[in-house]
């Protein structure tokens, strides 16, 4: 009976250890703020082995749970209801923050891990600055320590431990989605550092060059963890919901949506005040939104608010203390900035054409686009709550409120880009343009040309992903001076390759993006087996459908050849299974990827003797989609290890790192 | 976390409708392929009532099933699309519109975006013309006074 009794142990010491690190987060709000404050050293000196005490306490609290999922320790309640014995191992680790508690555990694990992390790499900042941003970091802690233990405490015991869980939802159960949400969460609370960087400088009442450049890493980071964590979750749904959509508007997709356009704003406009001393209140402002959103995006997933009585924390008292969150530090954030903004006075002077206003475009586009995607989520509740309608807002308003701001961001991008600092040539950047810019219209007029349809949605994608990759080479192809000496682009700052990488992926993005939305074919039919059909420039043929047992499923396989020309070029395996414990069915679609298209096959119901529903989709630049989030998310890494950082600023190995422990 | 919630919404559904099939089937597609093509395009923009934030084009439940097959059906008795979409508004409300009318308040929402836009550009645009306008700070960042004082220093 040893075994039980240690993994009693293992789980009362992570229970007590979550206490003492909340304990920890509120010595480290208090102390270091009055000591930055009063000016005594000692006291401002605590704030670092805090942040780091509470970081080992709160990660031995987690471990702990993750030993409880891994052992299948049923006294935990959580595990009872989210695990079970015989689940692969990936996904008894990743069932720990498969749920509520765990994932608000794994929440606070990461802001403590930011919070330490500022502290080792925090080395040179002013002492003062320092102490506030740790603090501050603590309070925001301290807040969600509060949720976790009062309303969503994962380490409640079972006074009788059963004998095996309710297992986990074999939709979850998929390596796509096991680290979809320890990357969001990265960005997501990523941002809070950047919001504590913001807080402490408006107590400090001081923002200059060396804040910009602190803070830019830091939101770089959370930016490209965001990226990686949309792109995941929306690889996801391509793949396993069955019929390749990508992407849904959907409020808690939503969620993740806005603190990305936020961080993109934020880390553009970080570069001005630390290149220019300019935007400075304005860069504050965005700071505090990146984080006010992302714990928006936290209330609406938590509180399931906009999402119906199915979202799994449909308990009011959850919502209510992350709403109460939500206003005290958006607002309190809000309220000091409105008191202090006046006194961040602006040092660079640029002219109207310069890479500041262009930068200044940017973020009006990033940021309005923002609030757009806000107000079409939050307006069912309002139109509910005021004008007692009952409406929904769906894909088709997103698509045309949002789409255009993109679209000129698109276009906007490679001139602005390309612009110098101060005072710039339009001219010269312009005519330096003219050869990207033709490529891309003839790019664009070809395939107007070689379509069928009327449609006007893939040229101008082709136009903007073909605009956006060249203009991100002749940027690159300018920095090698006169000479156009290539040997000088291996040269070149990693910050500037970050920059073209990171451009060239938005275009490739939004390429994918039209391109599948203009030219998908879809085909649904009763296919009977061994006859050939066509789709497009495809013949398929189902050749057989199978009974297979799987581990915990049983699945109707179909065998289907894919061909062109009567060569085959695919064979594929599409399944539509049923789990009986779960009682219930999935589909899994067989997807042959290529290059320019993928062949995406579903297989359903049998028709008959011998008869199926089979649907084929092909799909356009499907890959380029998620090509380009890889190419965003590279990008952004190309920068943060550029030299500069690891020099200058405190935020040094930023990134890698921070990936490590939560995985 | 948005696929968490997702897959619950997924399970929801699958509860609701005891005999999931998935989205379009066959026997539903109309003949004359103008009238499915607006059929299609039509119930993209129609919500399936018991599933979460999908369109009946999209949708397993029985019930989206049945609306589709309503949609189609009046496409063949010669309906115009916006009859369709008035038909079926009468039926269910205004909540199965993916796309919000522009009726009512709801004015607000579809001017929000480019309000917003011409507000921030107005402030965009009065920003950088007052950075244009601005007055260098000099090198040595002393007051004009200081450096005055500093001037006349020099001079003696």
Not at chain 1, 123 to 139: D, I, Y
Request: glycine share 8%; with cysteine.
């Amino acid at each position: 009976m040893r075994g039980p009794i240690v993994r009693g142990m293992v789980t009362e010491l992570g229970h007590f250890a979550l206490i003492l690190a909340a304990l920890i987060a509120v010595i480290q709000t208090i102390v270091p703020l009055i000591g930055a404050h009063k000016r005594w050293p000692g006291w401002m000196a605590v704030a670092e082995p805090a942040a780091t005490t509470q970081f080992l306490f709160v990660a031995f609290s987690f471990a702990a749970l993750t030993y409880a999922f891994v052992v299948s320790d049923f006294s935990l309640r959580l595990v009872y209801l989210n695990s079970h014995s015989a689940k692969p191992m990936l996904y008894k680790i990743s069932g720990t923050w498969g749920n509520h508690e765990g994932s608000m555990l794994l929440w606070v694990l990461i802001l403590a891990l930011f919070g330490a992390m500022a502290a080792w790499f925090g080395g040179n900042l002013p002492p003062t600055l320092r102490a506030r941003v740790l603090a501050v970091q603590a309070s925001v802690s301290v807040a969600f320590y509060g949720f976790i233990l009062f309303t969503s405490n994962p380490f409640l015991r079972m006074q009788v431990p059963p004998f095996d869980g309710q297992d986990l939802n074999p939709l979850l159960q998929d390596p796509g989605l096991a680290f979809h949400p320890p990357f969001l969460y990265l960005g997501y609370v990523g941002l809070s550092i950047c919001f504590s960087f913001a807080v402490a400088a408006l107590i400090e009442g001081r923002v200059d060059a060396a804040w910009g450049r602190w803070v830019r890493p830091w939101t770089l980071a959370a930016w490209v963890f965001l990226t990686i964590g949309i792109a995941l979750g929306s690889w996801w749904a391509y793949y396993e919901l069955g019929w390749g959509g990508f992407w849904f508007w959907d409020p808690v997709e939503n969620a993740s949506f806005m603190p990305w356009l936020f961080a993109a704003a934020l880390l553009h406009s970080a570069i001005v005040v630390e290149k220019r001393e300019a935007l400075k209140s304005w860069t504050i402002l965005l700071a505090i939104l990146a984080f006010g959103f992302s714990l928006i995006g936290t209330f609406i997933v938590r509180s399931g608010l906009l999402t119906s009585v199915h979202a799994f924390a449909n308990d009011p008292e959850r919502g209510v203390f992350i709403l109460m969150i939500l206003v005290f530090f958006t607002g309190g954030a809000l309220t000091l900035f409105a008191a202090r903004a006046q006194t961040m006075e602006a040092k660079g002077v640029f002219g109207v054409v310069s890479r500041e206003s262009a930068l200044v475009a940017n973020n009006i586009l990033l940021a309005v686009s923002s609030f757009v995607v806000f107000v079409g989520t939050m307006w069912p509740l309002v139109a509910e709550m005021f004008f007692d309608r009952k409406l929904s807002v769906g894909p088709p308003f997103f698509n045309m409120a949002f789409t255009p701001f993109m679209i000129a961001l698109g276009l906007l991008l490679p001139i602005g880009s390309m612009l110098s600092w101060k005072r710039a040539k339009a001219g010269r950047v312009v005519r330096s343009l003219v050869p990207a810019f033709m490529l891309a219209v003839a790019l664009a007029g070809l395939v107007w040309a070689m379509q069928t349809g009327r449609s006007l949605m893939g040229p101008v994608g082709v136009f903007l992903g073909a605009w956006l990759v060249s203009g991100a080479v002749t940027d690159l192809l300018s920095r090698t001076g006169q000479s156009r000496d290539l040997r000088r682009l291996f040269r070149l700052p990693r910050a500037d390759w970050g920059k073209a990488v990171a451009h060239s992926g938005l275009g490739i993005t939004m390429l994918g993006i039209a391109g599948l939305l203009a030219w998908e074919q879809e085909d649904i039919r009763v296919a009977k087996v061994g006859e050939p059909y066509n789709v497009g420039q495809f013949e398929l043929e189902l050749q057989d459908v199978k009974r297979v047992e799987g581990p915990n499923y049983f699945s109707t396989m179909g065998e289907v050849s894919v061909r062109v020309d009567g060569q085959e070029v695919a064979h594929l395996f599409p399944e539509k299974r049923n789990y009986p414990v779960a009682q219930m069915p999935t589909t899994e679609a067989a997807i042959d990827y290529r290059f320019w298209r993928d062949v995406y096959v579903v297989i359903g119901d049998p028709q008959g003797q011998d008869a199926w529903v089979v649907r084929t989709y092909i799909k356009p630049l499907a890959n380029w989609i998620w090509a380009g989030c890889i190419l965003m998310a590279l990008g952004g890494l190309l920068s943060l290890s550029d030299r500069r950082f690891r020099v200058a600023a405190g935020a040094r190995k930023t990134a890698p790192k921070a990936g490590v422990p939560a995985e | 976390m948005k696929t968490l919630i997702r897959t619950i919404a997924a399970l929801s559904f699958v509860l609701v409708s005891a005999l999931a099939a998935p989205a379009v089937q066959p026997d539903e597609v109309l003949d004359d392929p103008v009238l499915e093509q607006r059929a299609r395009v039509l119930s993209e923009g129609l919500r399936c009532l018991v599933c979460q934030n999908e369109s009946i084009d999209e949708s397993n439940a029985s019930l989206a099933r049945d609306l589709r097959l309503l949609v189609r059906e009046r496409l063949v008795a010669g309906d115009s699309d916006e009859e369709v979409l008035d038909f079926i508004v009468e039926r269910y409300g205004e909540f199965v519109l993916l796309r919000p009318t522009t009726g009512g308040w709801n004015w607000v929402l579809w001017a929000t975006g480019p309000a917003l836009f011409l507000i921030a550009l107005l402030m965009g645009a009065a920003y950088v013309r007052g950075r244009s306008k601005a007055e260098a700070p000099n090198e040595t960042g002393l007051t004009d006074d200081e450096q005055k004082r500093l001037d006349e220093l020099l001079k003696e």
